[in-house]
DNA sequence: GTTATATTTTAGAACCATTCTAATCTTATT
DNA sequence: AATAAGATTAGAATGGTTCTAAAATATAAC
């Protein structure tokens, strides 16, 4: 194995980034592989610039800015809003819940049929519901 | 009316600062009585600032923060973040949910009993659950 | 009331996550 | 290869919030 210029999963990412309307650079192909290569995950941009770092990515964090923003408005991530001081991009885009844990600001997810909503109200004046967040926070 | 030393609403906002072991400083009384004055809203510290301003209390932005945390750490208040870049001080402490309006940044309560939880999950890890917030955001 | 002590206020600096700017570079198209 | 559209970048700017340390005030003790 001398060259390896498309694993699994960078075949995967490239397909994900085409899909989505995105070009594949090499700035964002490699970020998404570092978001998407494992489970899912609840990321801010500081901890993804660090790991880029980690991993000698040159990579700029404006640029990671941009491409959380970037494949948050294409739907591959979700971005969450805690606390002031900072959100999370969320690799798990289907419909669920999260635990916050106060102390160390990790989110955890909660399966959307673990919460049963009865008698969602609706919107005031006819607003169109656009998202439903559930947060539970625990001191941990 | 030559002297108003004590009107009532002054006296409640009074004694409830002292009920909650914070000195009624000139402060606290004025921005406690513009927050409490009328039912329940959804502040910010700007919002709680420029009011003062116009109603011609001098008071500091620090001061504003350090009374909004205050009055929260002693639940007068209950603090509330949406977004990433400020946060809401909600007059209303009993338990209730929130429409969000992305547009405008308004908040609207929602009563507790209009969501119907069933089937709240236990915390991880037998954390203890501090806070559950609900958040529907709508387009308006 | 006066004095002593603890708490609060304040202006402005600092902080920190995020966004902006505008120049440079890369990608996709022809 | 040439072109045009899109992306990246360093660093400045922004905006909400917190910090600092000095001055002011509230409460408690006399
Ligand atoms: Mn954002
Ligand atoms: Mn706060
Ligand atoms: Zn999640
Ligand atoms: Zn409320």
Redesign the interface.
């Known amino acids: 194995m001398r060259h390896k210029k498309t694993s699994v999963g960078n075949v995967t990412v490239l397909e994900r980034l085409r899909a989505s309307g995105l070009r594949p650079t090499r700035q964002r192909l490699a970020l998404a592989k570092l978001l998407f290569a494992r489970g899912h995950r609840h990321a801010s941009a500081e901890q993804l610039f660090n790991e880029a770092k980690t991993h000698r990515i040159e990579v700029s964090l404006a640029t990671v800015y941009n491409a959380l923003h970037d494949f948050t408005a294409k739907g591959l991530l979700r971005e969450i809003?805690?606390?002031?001081?900072?959100?999370y991009f969320d690799t798990n885009t289907s419909y669920h819940h999260h635990?916050y844990?106060?102390r160390s600001g990790h989110l955890?997810d909660?399966a959307a049929d673990?919460?049963?909503?009865?008698?969602?109200?609706d919107?005031?004046?006819g607003?169109?519901?656009?998202?439903?967040?559930?947060?539970?926070?625990?001191?941990?």
Chains 1, 2 share one sequence.
């Open positions: 809003s805690i606390d002031s001081g900072g959100s635990f844990f106060e955890e909660i673990r919460i049963a909503i009865a008698a969602l109200p919107a005031p004046g607003a169109e519901i656009s998202r439903v967040d559930v947060i539970i926070r625990v001191n941990g």
